[in-house]
């Protein structure tokens, strides 16, 4: 048996497009692809963040191009993908990552909720596919990666979240749909579903909350929360050759939780 093939892990040339990059997961995405040799786009709503993220990146000696957009309007979406091909040329990654929940028992959910939550987690993620997907199938190849969650595939324990729940169980649906579409184009799709990583949307139950937070992790048989190296290690093999013959499932990375 010879060695293991690591140059498929290489990134180096490659351009991705990080959306929800100036915080949370987001951040550990964009590092993960710069450190396997990635140039980024990093898009999300707050410029300044993203500027301090960038500055990060290009310690790394790859370039991070911050553009401002929100993912609810279609013509960010479509200026940023514009400015991507302007500045490198080509698109080969997606991390469609940009999300938000809200916390709320579904009998008292409001609708402004509700149409925040899809219009960001659902239709969000949706556009910015298609907008980026009609250049991959242009190119003939890329990956898109859609962030989901490990609570698309059950219920949220001890969190009252029906619209999150709802949108990243959708974004499975939607990942399936485009493999099945984009495929045969050059286009892979797949979906990755985290557990408990540490960000702004975990911090209040994890940190602000001991009592939750020890429910929460003793669903999780390794009885921890990720570490954000083993996100970063992830999402590279998922934007590398590596993974080439994944298309149209969930990577679920959750230390266990969807076990019992």
Request: glycine residues 10%; charged residues 20%; proline residues 2%.
């Amino acid at each position: 048996m010879g060695s293991p093939n690591l140059s498929m892990f290489d990134l180096t040339g490659k351009t991705a497009i990080v959306t929800g990059a100036s915080q949370g997961l987001g951040v550990s995405y964009a590092r993960g692809l710069a450190k396997a040799g990635c140039d980024l786009v990093l898009a999300a709503r707050s410029l300044d963040k993203l500027e301090e993220v960038a500055n990060e990146i290009r310690q790394w000696g790859h370039r991070a191009l911050p553009v401002k957009m929100d993912v609810t309007r279609v013509e960010d979406i479509q200026s940023a993908v514009e400015k991507a091909v302007s500045e490198f040329g080509h698109i080969d990654v997606l991390v469609n990552n940009a999300g938000i929940s809200a916390v709320h028992e579904a009998e008292d959910m409001s609708e402004r909720e509700w149409n925040d939550v899809i219009s960001t987690n659902l239709t969000g993620v949706f556009h910015c596919a298609q907008s980026v997907g009609r250049v991959m199938i242009g190119q003939k190849y890329g990956k898109i990666i859609n962030i989901a969650s490990m609570y698309a595939f059950v219920g949220s324990s001890y969190v009252p979240q029906a619209s999150y729940t709802a949108s990243k169980s959708a974004v499975l649906g939607l990942t399936k749909e485009l493999a099945v579409e984009w495929g045969p184009k050059g286009v892979h799709v797949l979906a990755l579903a985290p557990g408990f990583f540490r960000s702004d949307q975990t911090i209040w139950a994890f940190e602000n909350n001991k009592e939750l937070g020890e429910k929460l992790l003793h669903k999780v048989p390794l009885g921890r929360m990720g570490r954000l190296e083993e996100l970063e290690g992830t999402i590279v093999y998922l934007a590398s050759s590596a993974s080439d013959y994944l298309h149209g499932q969930a990577l679920v990375l959750d230390g266990g939780f969807l076990s019992w």
